[in-house]
């Protein structure tokens, strides 16, 4: 039996304990059920990795995987997800990266390269179609990405070769450090996957390739890529996109309470300056032009113009800020200078670490720092009021270099509030352990059950109702022909679990969720019709929402294998108590929202698990076992 | 409310990452229900350490726990235990130890340690009564156990110091690495304890006290006392333990079939030449003498005479091998020399290994050689065919350094089949990842559910019927009035419950179990009057095996929280499947005697989980709410 259209075929496998390489054919029963890239990843994750295994665990996977659609000319298709236990939450880790490492991954004839064991020495995997090689990384060990990224890419002598790489935080195996790649410009950030790698001691993975990804119908896809730019030339969104990036909805999130500040305390330590990061406006200021992912013709990326202020350097053409950083090394730490996010921004990519969690993780200690929990003997000598964007700035090195109180935070804020005591755990505002990002679900009703029950704990990106209840969104075809009064708890799990699932199938495609949420693409048909031209297989709308339950159960059955409990499908208490005046007074009223959720999504109200009937009818008889026997 | 006799009252909490050291009052609530030791340990653990929370992570907690009996004048007063969440299971774990630590820690004036945290250099623990404190520990790092211990007793400058420490094994996260005490001679050995001290970079902790265990009835222990010396005088099992110590089974052993050999392949791989390790006979030829731990008149410990042979050489005085040690170091890697035994324990008790664990690795590796599963290549050019007594010897150091193969084997059977692959799992021997000890219960039928349903794992020391269905032991006021024929396999789910719950009881009061198996009690109620002279309270029999019970239900809930699932109750397939001749052609029979297990335990067939009603009943509420609801 041949696979559909999009699919290389191989998963490479390797063992870093002895240094084995091998290859086996990527199969039919992985493919059409989890179709690529999060829902394959999950698959395997959850076969191959038993509860007794800890993230920091030779048996541990790290597993790199793509889409049918990378690295098509399908526009946009530029993706790939990094899967994992998670070193943050201790349960399900995914993340998603764009640039071009994913397309050139298909391009060297793999589908999925699954990493397992623990090198005795550092070493990076050098693919280059069908040659591939553990080579000595201790030349490399120490440096930043960048750096590394860079000196591995000369020392192979060609230019055209893409890394994925950690900095010094994986290395150091610090909770929430990245794995990035394109010379560290991108980043799978979330859920310390970064770690694994560092412990791991696999330094990077380059790869080159020849090959074409072999598609069902080259015709189909030209005419629908052609659709698609026509359709993104005059359309609004992608150019609101293009201009301003992330960034550009910094105004809009700020003023419906969507942002957070002063670690999601919002008001209680000062007034945030929040103009200060507008865009168009100061943000403007910092930008030198925007760039492009593999294949994309939104080009969101934001490059930065260069600072000369030495308190702040950064050289020209490094990028961001995004958005999420805006928020997280800005307003979170009550720092409303563009110079200085700039700069702490280009230390977590330089070092590794994600930016929502760096940044969670310092506004938490400012808040620790400002209630007397913690002094300046405690900080090595920071003074580590809100605000300090200096006292940021140098975190971001002592927490990759696990120096002094960075080491502490290089746990994450939930394991740091376990070592500082005195009741700091109110103040770490995690779910699973995981720092929240950006979108603050006070100000959103369908964000509360959505960060609430996420398998990867707090995460954004994993599909949530953001765009319907607060960027004005429509999908008819999901069955929402107008936005959602953002305020109302009513239908909110229901909306919740809907975008989970259709976000979660784009995830597998491998195309990008920008191509959606600017309105890049024309709607949910265009998603459909994609995978149709690629693949060769018809998909309707409930196969992909079908598709992304099935992914997102298995993930959930992952996090009830591992121990996760009912009780982790909750809030930090200051969203459920402390009102946000930004967005109306209001909290997260999760007691209205979560019932609704879990009865939409077939979960046992009592136990947190995925019923047996909905396992069952999800195709997902073993996990049915697993978790009712 | 004062607590009762017995109690220092007083538990130490040492913070390492921020090496912050505190102290608390041990409460009646902890001392009531699990009156010391493991069952206090079990309790503290079960609360603070989260499923998300590895093995290796700073928010496990090492426990270190005396009993209410520990450190009084009571003969074999002188056990301790450590508690921790297991490298190598990845479930609840725990190891007993004898000597003199926990005594002294005692005499410093506290119970129990619960150490937590990642120190960022290496530290070690110095205790002095109310006086304690973190001391750089880098002159000692990578120094093995009898020479850390020696020079951190010259360094603090006093005689009277005792220390519990680890070797390189630990330092290196061996996933049996053990933690030694008493200048690397006694050991709490099993489940890898040594790796989380290693992870948490704490080298050693140093103890002195000069105060005294408050006792409720003085004139009570001292006559108590004496009539168990008394006993002990004209008392056969003693002198045959006095005499040759645990080494004294060894025929008995090997002649019922209960001694393993080969791998647990017993004769496939050849004719084990047993006579070769009897005492009296050939062990008497490295024997000088024998040694007591705290207050113990039985004095089983061996002392080695000294070996001159370059290849096996073993200082006079250093101590083992043990019974155990001769099987596991011996038989089951088909070594018959007693001086490359003595050899092989020598260097675990050096760098810190589990000889038990140790042993059955390098049997497995010689057997996954054997059938050509690895080759020289793979070993580093070690010929490893069972019976090369010096591959076993050179693997105990390159195992606790990590070198080369070692470094594979390092992390147990279980993990170190996965990396082999190739259907190598059929030849890991373990329980729960942990490796067997050399009883095998294919020799007796109540083995089989003890050894598949102990929480931690493939584990003799949590209270097996050895002693009933081999030993020709009887418990009249535990019901059983005469030997039980151990072919049989009704009623073995009971026996083998009782069994634990009552050496969980002896486990929690601090006093030897060998003061048990060895007839060096004079029966059941010496236990519960010595509580009744130490500590005032009253307690029957069915007090006894009730705590006992209460705290095996602790850490089996421990366990399903931390994803540990009913098929994990089981055997390894050779136990199940392959006859054993010595024990008369038997297989355990574990679809025989597991349902009795199960009922008679008050477990759930279909989850494994300890009923709701047994948990409560047991005063286990939380955790019936934990696991049910």
Redesign the interface.
Known sequence: MTLSGGYMGKILRV?L??GKITTEPLKEELVKPYLGAPGIGARILYDEV??????????NKLIFATGPVTGTMIPTAGRHTVISKSPL???FGDAGSGGFWGAELKFSGHDIIVVT?KS?KPVYLWIHNDNYELRDADPYWGMDARASDKAIRNDLGDKKIVVANIGEAGENMVRFACILNDEACRAAGRNGLGAVMGFMNLKAIAVRGDQKVPIADPDGVRELSREIMLHQKNNKGVKAFREGGTPSVWTTCWETGDTPSYNWANETFGEFNNSALDFPGPYETILQGNKACYNCTISCRRINVGIDDPNYKVEAGVEGPEYETEGSLGSICGVANLKAISKANDLCNLHGLDTISAGGVVGFAMECYERGLIDKN?TDGIELKFGNDLAVIDLMTKIAK?Q?FG??LA?GAR?AA??I?KGAEEYAITV??QEMPMHDPRAFQGGGPHYACAPTGADHCEGFTFGLEIGGATYPELGFNKPLNRFITKGKGKASTIMQNYMTFIHCTGVCMFADDAGGYSGVPVYLKLLKVITGDNYSVEDALTLGERVWNLKKAFNM??????AEDTLPNRLLKQPDKRAQNSVVKLDETLPEYYQVRGWDW??GKPTKEKLISLGLNTEAQ?LW?
Do not use: F
Request: with cysteine.
């Open positions: 063992e304990t002895k038993p509860a007794y295994v800890g993230a920091l665990d030779p048996l939450t201790g349960y064991g005795p405690y696990r002094g080491n502490i746990e394991r376990q070592i005591g699973k352990g294998k591992h121990g996760c409990t009912r009592k136990t697993d026997t």
